[in-house]
């Protein structure tokens, strides 16, 4: 099971800290995702870090302004994000299960949290 939390409403420039809680089996020898999804539009890749941690990878939009980070004695996974803009609310969700395939693909996961609501205003 995998548990976001940490969304909320921000002003533009602010900054949010996603978390990912997992349970129930252990996800350190997993690839973690993190994807959004707004109203009416597909799921988005946002960023996707290595088991060990080493390997990160972040869509273009996202670059320098979000950074993903994991603790793998704590089961979690988190996402920094920083100088958000009104074209980041979405509802933003963990990923885990990654099948070795391309990390920004949503069906490369098996494993899907709740989501947690992320909205900018300007």
């Known amino acids: 099971q995998l548990v976001e939390s940490g969304g909320g409403l921000v002003q533009a420039g602010g900054s949010l800290r996603l978390s990912c809680a997992a349970s129930?089996?252990?996800?350190?020898?997993?690839?973690m995702g993190w994807f959004r999804q707004a109203p009416g539009k597909e799921r988005e890749f946002r960023a996707a870090?290595?088991?060990?941690?080493?390997?990160?990878y972040y869509a273009d939009s996202v670059k320098g302004r979000f950074t993903i980070s994991r603790d793998n004695a704590k089961n979690t996974v988190f996402l920094q994000m920083n100088s958000l803009k009104p074209e980041d609310t979405a509802v933003y969700y963990c990923a885990a299960g990654y099948s070795g395939g391309d990390y920004s693909r949503d069906y490369e996961y098996h494993y899907w949290g709740q989501g947690t609501q992320v909205t900018v205003s300007s």
């Open positions: 129930g089996r252990t996800f350190s020898s997993y690839t």
């Open positions: 870090i290595s088991w060990s941690g080493i390997a990160k």
